[in-house]
């Protein structure tokens, strides 16, 4: 019998905020253990939660940018269980009245798209962080209480590819937004997964694992592939399934059952008070989002004529896509720019492991210096060497061309007189070339060149000895 | 007379005058308190050092002409469920014994603006759940009419302290009448405002949504004189109400004219003692003299009104004392690994009425359709009252269905216990103000208080028909003696 | 009997309270009788009837998002039963 996997994933953001989610303690991240704490986060007896007003104002743009139905009235709740990372002894969540519901991710797998709902979004806050040492453990409630949006994926995925792509397109949408930072390795985007199989052709759900400690997009497309494997082994062996969580392990690429979190109960929270939205408020902050990732994709398809591909890596991140089309503004070639950006720009910053924010090639500098190839102050060749030295430098193409006296010999009367001293020191192959052998030409060529260093200006270079040995 | 048996406006005026210094009313108060403290048992905490240090800064801003407000100076006693900066918090609870607040309530925020001086911390059952005191970790508090008796609670610390003298004022809190009940009982003023006038930032949580600050004082006008500095709204509280606070004193006028009094059917029910009948309604006849127009109304719901706030309550409760887990603060038996440790923890630092509510609050949100049915029972009995103010300006009834009962005569019966509050506990369901005030004594001289009740925010017409019905009469100037036979 | 020792005793797992035999016998019987009382309200109707968590209307109170000063670490953890190097310090979890 043949199977097809289901595959439904739970994730949590961590909403970009100055403040935490309800007291005024900072959200900084790296600050000494238990720091950024105060009576309200820390749990302590009478202290009181208000809500930040931006912490609503994110989830919403989360909500609109992943299609959701926001909802007029919705509440908090406390979710109570014991975890010592847990000050209160409950989360302060969304249950019975999340914020969001019935949304949608779509996605392009093999040239297919798919639409993944999103069946719920809530609000929630973070909890502490624990470290395990022998016999004990240590707590920081720094992060305890930072705003997290919590997103449920209805189990629409059959693939691990496309829980990749779907976490890509979430997360590009998200940072769109500017909603969060989406980073898996430092735990502000967080992914679990339910697996379960079922017979090709059936619409029941069967009994699901629920995969946890996945810390990137390739372990947790790596975890799914793994589950559905074990999974399959584990029915051809007849084994019945039972519902239980199981834990990834990285290193030996395998998960492993681990005792799960018994449900928690949840009652409403009598100290927040419900969070009613208006028309105009959900407006005001559609009007505030950006043009989504795939929408501009396709624009810049329309508008500049680049191929899919380009637009899709160019989409990639609204700062890259930012910068492509200042870059745009200034120069006219939409392609010339787009092929500089992909190879150059983007593996210089991959090397040096920063953002494009950071980069000190300014969209000014980079078509100042395409403006200099196209005027033939720079070849394309140099230009290469020479965009390496902006992008350590922030220096302008035209400056550092000057500073290093890489300026190109487009100089008739100076090129003239190295052809010529050449010519006389290369006979032979003047010779060959008389004889018919066309190649000693480039030879030639390259002789001259070497001679500037490479400045001299290769098209005129080559008149000047085609003139010389006709 | 002694500067300790005075009330906050009279001490008011004679530091005004320049009479009596603030040190002079402070050692007074501690004078008393060493005096009687042993047989009362009002405190958990002292904290005379401060206290002094306090009054003589106070003083010095008197002789340096700076600007002082009207309370300042005055020795106020602070219910151990507030926290103060620095000060043991303890909720008459073992989980808390060794718990000193890293930070200052709004209410305590605001009386340290105001210039008070804090001298201790009063007894209370262990996290406001009781009716009687008895159910403090520390020790038992003794009403000042009857050692033998109980001064009623939980804020009875509180109360006790005030009625034998040994404060000026004193701050309490209310979830099911825990003011208004150990007033009554102790034959004090107590007075719990409506939901939201006060700040509850500070305030340990027993049930969130029922949870209100308020005075406890010896007359009418040193509540209101306390309304007017711990009223307000605050930033730090949701569910704080931002509505402009007026100058209580304004409202106490002695003159009933016209004021529709509405007398509740339900609230005069089998069980309750004759006496305290009899006294209640000897009071609305005055009032009525007065000028008063009183009329028989219905509120069909109270009979349901205890059942919902046993489930609202006990709920609240239980995920409010989730907080107690031994991890940051409080007390934590030894244990070898952590789940040990909650339990232990929790079956030690607890006692026995605080884990059979968490017991029934837990039983209940696990079983949500309970606390929903609790939560529309409660609407109904606001609306109940929501109807009777469209017509009365103001409610009258019996604080307590009973005086004072013997220490040890109820414990360890859970059904019994909740009695006390029958008349109390509809006003924190619907959120509305309430005050308890003396309204005479049963034949053994035991305090009766009679309960004025109100719309949301009339707190106004609450204290001008108290301080009517004082004026005109003079049980609040009666004090017990506490004698060594006893 | 409404409420079994089994119940009690799941309640107080999810509570976390040990509870010695004797208790959980006294609490079976005690939350038995509380709630056969608080049965009572199943005499009324309250379909139609809206719950009520909030007595007075409420909404979006917010707070703006500016960060202010948190407590200082030693009074951070001045009240912690068992505290090492800035952290709180918790017995060993078994899972």
Not at chain 1, 341 to 347: A, F
Request: aromatic letters at 8%.
């Amino acid at each position: 019998m043949e199977y097809e996997a289901i595959i439904g994933l739970e994730i949590h953001v961590q909403s970009k905020t100055e403040s935490k989610m309800f007291c005024s303690c900072s959200t900084e991240f790296g600050a000494p253990p238990n720091s950024q704490v105060c009576p309200v986060c820390l749990g302590l007896p009478g202290a009181l939660p208000v809500l930040n007003e931006k912490v609503v104002e994110q989830a919403v743009k989360a909500a609109l940018v992943l299609n959701c139905d926001v909802l007029k009235v919705s509440s908090f709740d406390k979710k109570i269980y014991f975890y010592p990372d847990l000050p209160k002894g409950y989360q302060i969540s969304q249950y019975y009245q999340p914020l969001a519901k019935s949304g949608y991710v779509d996605i392009k797998v093999k040239n297919k798209r798919r639409r993944v709902r999103i069946r719920h979004l809530h609000m929630e806050e973070d909890v502490g962080k624990l470290i395990h040492q022998k016999g004990m453990s240590l707590v920081d409630f720094n992060r305890a209480s930072l705003p997290l949006i919590e997103i449920v994926a209805e189990p629409d995925i059959r693939s691990s590819e496309e829980a990749g792509e779907f976490l890509m397109c979430l997360r590009s949408n998200l940072r769109y937004a500017g909603v969060s930072e989406c980073n898996m390795e430092e735990g502000s985007l967080r992914c679990d997964a339910n697996v379960s199989l079922r017979p090709l052709g059936t619409r029941k759900l069967y009994t699901k694992t629920e995969v946890k400690n996945m810390n990137s997009f390739k372990h947790v497309m790596k975890a799914i592939e793994y589950e559905i494997k074990r999974q399959k082994r584990s029915v051809k062996k007849g084994e019945a399934a039972v519902l239980h969580t199981r834990c990834w392990d990285p290193e030996r690429g395998v998960t492993v059952p681990m005792r799960g979190k018994a449900p928690a109960p949840c009652i409403s929270h009598s100290d927040l008070g419900p969070v009613i939205l208006d028309e105009e408020f959900i407006a005001s902050l559609r009007s505030q989002l950006p043009e989504l990732p795939l929408d501009r994709s396709e624009r810049f398809i329309q508008q500049y004529g680049i191929p899919a591909s380009d637009a899709s890596i160019l989409t990639s991140s609204k700062e890259l896509a930012d910068y492509y089309e200042e870059c745009v503004k200034l120069y006219k070639k939409p392609k010339v720019i787009a092929n500089w950006i992909m190879s150059d720009l983007l593996r210089e910053l991959k090397e040096k492991d920063i953002g494009i924010r950071e980069c000190k090639v300014s969209p000014e500098h980079l078509a100042e210096m395409i403006t200099l190839i196209d005027k033939g102050s720079i070849s394309g060749k140099m230009a290469k060497d020479v965009f390496v030295e902006m992008f350590e430098t922030g220096e302008k193409a035209s400056q550092i061309v000057k500073e290093k006296g890489l300026a190109q010999i487009s100089d008739k009367e100076a090129l003239v007189k190295i052809v010529d001293k050449t010519l006389q020191e290369n006979p032979k192959v003047v010779e060959d070339y008389k004889k018919g052998k066309e190649k000693a030409l480039g030879y030639l060529v390259g002789q001259v060149m070497k001679e500037t260093k490479g400045r001299a200006n290769p098209k005129l270079v080559n008149k000047l000895l085609e003139k010389k040995l006709k | 007379m002694k500067l300790n048996e005075l009330t906050a406006h009279e001490i008011r005026e004679l530091i005004r005058k320049g009479e009596v210094s603030s040190e002079e009313v402070t050692k007074s108060v501690f004078e008393r308190i060493e005096k009687v403290e042993k047989k009362i048992n009002s405190f958990v905490t002292l904290t005379k050092e401060e206290a002094l240090r306090e009054a003589r800064s106070v003083d010095e801003k008197i002789r340096k002409k700076k600007k002082i407000s009207p309370l300042a100076g005055v020795p106020i006693a602070i219910k151990d469920n507030m926290c103060i900066d620095g000060v043991l918090t303890t909720c008459s609870s073992k989980i808390l014994e060794n718990f000193r607040s890293p930070y200052d309530a709004t209410v305590i925020k605001r009386l340290k603006a105001n210039d008070l001086v804090f001298i201790g911390k009063t007894n209370m059952d262990e996290f406001a759940m009781g009716s009687s005191t008895e159910n403090s970790a520390f020790e038992i508090t003794h009403n000042p009419w009857d050692l033998e008796a109980i001064p009623g609670g939980s804020s009875g610390g509180s109360a006790a302290t005030i009625a034998s003298d040994e404060a000026i004022l004193a701050l309490g809190s209310d979830t099911g009448g825990s003011i208004r009940q150990p007033a009554s009982l102790c034959g004090v003023v107590g007075l719990k405002p409506t939901y939201g006038r006060v700040s509850r930032y500070g305030l340990i949580a027993f049930a969130s949504s029922l949870d209100q600050i308020g005075p406890i004082t010896k007359d009418v006008r040193d509540s209101a004189l306390l309304m007017n500095v711990i009223s307000g709204y605050d930033e730090r509280d949701s569910t704080s109400c931002n509505y402009p606070v007026p100058d209580y004193t304004e409202s106490l006028i002695s003159d009933v004219k016209g004021v529709k009094i509405g007398v509740p059917k339900e609230y005069f029910v089998k069980g309750m003692d004759e006496e305290v009948e009899k006294s209640v309604k000897d009071a609305i006849g005055l009032l009525e003299k007065l000028g008063a127009k009183v009329e028989e109304v219905f509120l069909p719901h109270t009979e349901y009104a205890l059942a919902t706030y046993c489930l609202i309550v006990s709920t609240e409760a239980s995920t409010d004392l989730a907080y107690y887990d031994g991890v940051g603060y409080g007390y934590r038996a030894q244990s070898r690994n952590l789940d040990e440790m909650y339990q232990n923890t929790r079956e030690k630092g607890f006692g026995d009425e605080v884990k059979r509510r968490i017991m029934l609050g837990t039983y209940v949100f696990s079983h949500y359709d309970y606390y929903l049915k609790a939560q529309k029972v409660r609407t109904l009995v606001k609306e109940d009252f929501d109807k009777v103010f469209e017509k009365c300006d103001c409610l009258i009834t019996p604080t307590s269905p009973t005086p004072a009962f013997k220490i040890g005569e109820k414990m360890d019966d859970p059904l019994r216990m909740y009695f006390p509050d029958i008349f109390t506990v509809p006003a924190n369901l619907a959120g509305i103000p309430g005050i308890s005030i003396p309204c005479g004594f049963t034949k053994k001289g035991l305090p009766v208080g009679l309960q004025i009740l109100a719309k949301p925010f009339a707190e106004e017409t609450i204290l001008r028909v108290a301080y009517s019905y004082e004026q005109n009469t003079g049980w609040h100037r009666r004090r017990p003696a506490i004698c060594d036979s006893q | 009997m409404k409420i079994s020792k089994k119940d009690v005793e799941y309640v107080a797992k999810l509570a976390k309270l040990k509870l010695s035999e004797k208790e959980k016998e006294k609490f079976t019987k005690q939350l038995d009788q509380i709630l056969k009382y608080v049965d009572k309200l199943n005499e009324l109707d309250t379909e139609k009837v809206k719950p009520t968590s909030h007595v007075l209307p409420l909404k979006n109170v917010f707070r703006e998002d500016k960060v202010g000063k948190s407590l200082e670490v030693e009074k951070v953890l001045e009240n912690a039963p068992e505290k090492a190097r800035g952290f709180f310090k918790v017995p060993k979890i078994i899972d």
